[in-house]
């Protein structure tokens, strides 16, 4: 688990075409898991290491749970977001910055415009509580203020709330840390295989059917390695995301209409991550080698639709939707479509 992702581990994941001609090849890797946690479909080298960016939100979420924070509904669903900067996602964060006392310069995620055009179009200055992982700094203060733990190095990875997260992350992944690096919000970046990034994400999928889901797990006294705490973490967080979708993204954004249209669990991550959880714990991660998010949803959907997770006719809706148009003019002049490797049926 030394290696990272290189063209030897690639292959052919979409393509563009535009006005009758194939403009563009995105290559990657990616890895569908079954429920049970054996590989169902790999494409590339899928044991190379990759950075989760932003997927690893879940896991994140999930280690603030376990140090006793009590978080539910939308402010769970923050913790967890790459939020577009709406004034609705601003409002949920600034209740989690409440919560712990604590002012907006408390916040160590660099200043950002929001994704959200409108609410981009009205900021006069690029804001720490407008940056899409804004939330989840918040969800990180909000665990240091109830624990005691010291709030102005919280990024660092000898931090005890990071440590939390790596155990995490490797609980679920099934693997230790291969490499640890700096997200783009500041954050320890944990990077993985895509298998473990697969099998992780369908854990916390299938979570939702579980029978441990109250919150008296969110008592901590409760042991910190117990397995039905870790469930119902898992438990809380899905359906928090289930329930508010709009939360953990943006409206008509790809994670969001996927979530909403579909009922799966999915967070897109910097550089071309993208992962995707369906009920039963079936999971697709996937990693494109040149960065570009733009078929990450398209591929991912298409599959799930190769293993049976989603008919393929819930594929082409939602990844029509979920998927940038090519155009020409203002028109549409072409589209984006996965590799038949992809699609296998």
Known sequence: MSHPLDLTGVVELAILSRSGLDESRHLGAAVVVSPDGTVARALGDVDALVYGRSSLKFFQAIAVLRSGVALTGTQLVLATASHAGTPEHVAVVRELLARAGLSEDALQCPPDWPFDSTS????????????????????????????????????????????????????????????????????????????????????????????AQDSSAQDSSAAQDSPARDTSAAALLTAAVLADPWAIDGPGRANTVVTEQLGLLVKGGAEGVVVMGAPDGTAVALKMLDGSARATSLVALGLLASVGAITVQECDRVGALATEKVLGGGHPVGDIRVSELVRDL
């Open 120 to 211: 981009r179009s009205t900021a006069s200055a690029p804001a720490r509580v407008t940056m899409n992982c804004s939330g989840k700094h918040a969800a990180f203060l909000l665990a240091c203020v109830e624990n005691g733990w010291p709030t102005a190095n919280y990024l660092d990875p000898a931090h005890p709330l990071q440590q939390l997260i790596r155990d995490t992350v490797e609980e679920f992944t099934g693997e230790p840390v291969g490499h640890v690096g700096v997200d783009g919000c500041g954050a320890p970046v944990f990077a993985t295989t895509l298998r473990g990034l697969a099998t992780a994400v369908g854990r916390v999928s299938a979570s939702r059917d579980s029978s």
